[in-house]
C-alpha cells in the first residue's frame, strides 16, 4: 500500500485536503477523518484519469522533502497538518 502525504486544514465542520504529489487532488470532510477517506477515493479518481489520459503516476514524495517545500511549510507555519491518505496498489 502507497501512502501520499496530504495537507489538511479547516475546522471542526470543515476540513480540506490537498495533495500535494498529485496536482489539482483535493477533497473535503465534515471531520479530518471523513476528509482523509474522502481524499483516499480522490486519489484512487486522480490516479485511474492521469493512466486514461497516458499520464504516470507520480510516486509519494517522503514527508520529509514535502516539508521543505516553501509553500507547505507556510501552510504548515498557518495551522495546517500533515496527514496519510492510503491507497490501494491498484490507484497507482
Same mark, same amino acid.
Given at each position: 500500500m502507497a501512502l501520499?502525504?496530504?495537507l489538511i486544514d479547516g475546522e471542526g465542520g470543515a476540513f480540506g485536503v490537498v495533495v500535494p504529489d498529485l496536482p489539482g487532488c483535493?477533497?473535503?470532510g465534515a471531520t479530518v477523518e471523513q476528509a482523509l477517506s474522502n481524499a483516499a477515493e480522490a486519489v484512487r479518481l486522480w490516479c485511474d484519469d492521469a493512466r *486514461?489520459? +497516458?499520464e504516470d503516476v507520480p510516486e509519494p514524495r517522503p514527508i520529509e522533502d514535502l516539508r521543505r517545500d516553501?509553500?507547505?511549510?507556510?501552510?504548515? *507555519?498557518? +495551522?495546517?497538518v500533515l496527514g496519510l491518505v492510503p491507497t490501494s496498489e491498484l490507484a497507482l
Amino acid at each position: 500500500m502507497a501512502l501520499y502525504v496530504a495537507l489538511i486544514d479547516g475546522e471542526g465542520g470543515a476540513f480540506g485536503v490537498v495533495v500535494p504529489d498529485l496536482p489539482g487532488c483535493t477533497s473535503a470532510g465534515a471531520t479530518v477523518e471523513q476528509a482523509l477517506s474522502n481524499a483516499a477515493e480522490a486519489v484512487r479518481l486522480w490516479c485511474d484519469d492521469a493512466r *486514461a489520459d +497516458g499520464e504516470d503516476v507520480p510516486e509519494p514524495r517522503p514527508i520529509e522533502d514535502l516539508r521543505r517545500d516553501p509553500d507547505i511549510a507556510s501552510a504548515l *507555519a498557518a +495551522g495546517a497538518v500533515l496527514g496519510l491518505v492510503p491507497t490501494s496498489e491498484l490507484a497507482l
